[in-house]
């Protein structure tokens, strides 16, 4: 009995320390009592049949089951409250780093937000956001100026009113486009007047995208100009080298055939025996070739093919001789000069063709609406700022100037017109060619001036030209005629030329000169020409433009081979090749078309001869 006793106790009690440990690996002090009970009972109902006598140790058995289940339902709960804990530290630490992250995110972000603001505050781009329905959410101050708006727009809406009307349409369409379609936007236009000179660029992109669709749109707006008006410039430029390349070869043309007329015309009137009526008529071909001479000059000079030699002359008369002329054809016109005398720096011919220009277009602006056109000369003060004005004016310095005005009572022009006047071919005449004010421009920027214009629709318009004025002692005084006497000379000249009838001219001339001519019609043949006359000839007299081997590579055969012969460059396309390199050696320069007086003069200038006995003159 006694073992069977000792035998369940033990069985008992290792079943009770086994369910101990099992609950307490669950970490549940409440499973681990609840075991430990559980099986303790078991055990004691088990052991009942045995021990029934031994109530005793029974209810002892029964009691060191309920401690043990105490203990471990304390050491469980204890566990379990310790990793509470643990586990809420941890999650406060976490917390605590995540609020720190978000701070720091934050306040990153709202530096990178404040310093986009002032940059965008600071540049000289105006910048404008909006959301992704076109609501306008940030402007920056340069945005509201370049607009002049004082408040901050909200929609498209409230800000087109300061683009030019011709625009608006196209701003519109182009924004309602970029929002459908989520595309970006460029588009350039003009300020409403009467800032309409002024051209404003609009650049927008979509934002970062959702789904596909912009949260935004952000965007600039910059003055774009002076790009603008250089781009008109260099149109301009282009269009004038086009038309100088046209101009300079049918001036050679019609150089080569005025050499003609006119030297024929020189060499009738130079002879003796010329019948008085005959003389009249030759000497009126004469006075026609020379108007055409002038002609091809100008519009060389138009196209800036010819070198312009400016002298000291008094505007005064030359626009009260001009004006003069055309008041007879015109009551229209009214004269002003407020200035006794306005010395420039000028060429006459130039001059005169300006005047004309500018009066012709104020007549022809007035219609048959009546009105008068204005003609004023004055001497005024103009200092940079006012100067910049002034269309072609570059470098010339603040100081006094002579202004010759010339305005009209007729339509006036807008913006677009007055920014599209100096364009060669530009005109609003149906039977216009488009280069009066080209020419005004051209000639305006030829004498260190500028052109200005002045008109509004319904308002006439005045055009202002400056030039800058000079000491009126600077004039030259009309020199005294001298003796006619005739200069000849004696030797062998070359002729080079492509012209059939320019060397024939030429010949005639030359031996009516004193000299012995030989002729060659293409450089390959002056070269054989110089082979053969190698050590005879005193002068050659060589066309620059000629087909093949042009002048300017005979010139360097030429001087290969005769390094010391006087050559006399010919051309009708102006000096401007003396300025170059390669014209290196040549001491002379004779313009087409030349005359006998021309060609004589330039011969004995690079001959240094002597005049001969002056009894052999010519009336």
């Not at 379990?80 to 701070?103: I, W």
């Not at 019609?254 to 008529?281: H, K, M, Q, W, Y």
């Amino acid at each position: 009995m006694a073992l069977t006793f000792w035998t369940v106790t033990l069985l008992g009690s290792a079943t009770a320390l086994l369910s101990l440990a099992a609950a307490t690996r669950a970490r549940n002090g409440a499973l681990a009592g609840l075991l430990v009970s559980i099986s303790v009972s078991l055990l004691a109902v088990a052991a009942r049949p045995w021990c029934a006598g031994t109530a005793d140790i029974a209810a002892s058995v029964v009691a060191l089951g309920g401690a043990l289940g105490a203990a471990a339902f304390l050491t469980g709960s204890l566990r379990a409250l310790r990793q509470s804990v643990q586990a809420e530290e941890a999650a406060s630490a976490l917390r605590t780093e995540l609020s720190n992250y978000r701070e720091d995110a934050s306040s990153k972000v709202e530096t990178s937000e404040r310093r986009y603001r002032q940059l965008a505050q600071i540049t000289r781009l105006g910048v404008l956001e909006t959301d992704a329905a076109g609501a306008i959410r940030f402007t920056s101050r340069e945005f509201l100026s370049l607009l002049d708006l004082t408040a901050r727009p909200r929609t498209l809406d409230d800000w087109i009113g300061s683009v030019h009307e011709e625009h608006r349409s196209e701003l519109r369409s182009t924004w309602a486009n970029a929002l459908r379609h989520g595309t970006s936007l460029y588009l350039e236009f003009r300020r409403r007047p009467p800032q309409d000179s002024t051209w404003l660029r609009w650049e927008l992109s979509p934002e970062q995208r959702t789904m596909g669709a912009p949260s935004g749109w952000i965007g600039t707006l910059r003055n774009v100009t002076e790009r603008r008006q250089l781009e008109s410039q260099i149109s301009r430029n282009e269009k004038l080298e086009s038309l100088g390349t046209l101009t300079s070869g049918l001036a050679h043309d019609f150089n080569n055939l005025l050499v003609g007329i006119l030297g024929t015309a020189d060499l009738i009137l130079d002879g003796s025996d010329v019948a008085p009526a005959l003389r009249v008529e030759v000497q009126r071909i004469h006075d026609t070739a020379r108007q055409a001479t002038d002609l091809v000059r100008h519009m060389l000079n138009f196209v800036g093919r010819d070198r312009t030699e400016l002298r000291a002359l008094d505007l005064a008369p030359l626009i009260g001789e001009l004006t003069h002329i055309l008041d007879s054809s015109s009551q229209k016109l009214r004269v002003r000069c407020q200035a006794d005398s306005c010395t420039v720096l000028g060429d006459p011919v130039q001059l005169r063709q300006l005047l004309m220009n500018l009066i012709t277009n104020a007549v022809e602006a007035l219609g048959s609406s009546g009105g008068t056109v204005q003609v004023r000369l004055e001497v005024m003060e103009l200092d940079t700022s006012a100067l910049e004005d002034f269309a072609g004016v570059s470098e010339s310095p603040a100081g006094p100037y002579a202004v010759l005005r010339v305005s009209d009572q007729g339509p006036g022009m807008d913006a677009s017109l007055k920014s599209q006047v100096f364009e060669p071919f530009f005109t609003t005449k149906t039977t216009g060619r488009g280069l009066g004010m080209s020419v005004v421009l051209r000639v305006a920027e030829r004498h260190q001036g500028g052109v200005r214009i002045i008109s509004e629709p319904g308002e006439g318009c005045e055009v202002s030209v400056a030039f800058p004025l000079e000491d009126s002692r600077q004039i030259e005084q009309p020199a005294q005629p001298l003796p006619h006497q005739r200069w000849r000379g004696s030797g062998l000249i070359l002729v080079v030329d492509d012209e059939k009838s320019v060397r024939s001219v030429a010949r005639r001339m030359l031996e009516r000169l004193g000299f012995t001519v030989v002729l060659a019609s293409s450089g390959p043949e002056a070269l054989d020409q110089i082979e053969e006359h190698n050590q005879e000839l005193c002068a050659v007299i060589l066309d620059l433009h000629m087909p093949g081997m042009s002048g300017d590579e005979v010139l360097t055969q030429m001087r290969s081979r005769q390094p010391e012969l006087p050559i006399l460059l010919c051309s009708g396309n102006g000096q401007s090749f003396l300025e170059s390199p390669a014209a290196e050696g040549i001491v002379g320069f004779l313009q087409k078309p030349y005359q006998l007086s021309t060609l004589s003069a330039a011969l004995q200038e690079i001959l240094a001869s002597d005049p001969v006995d002056p009894t052999h003159s010519s009336k």
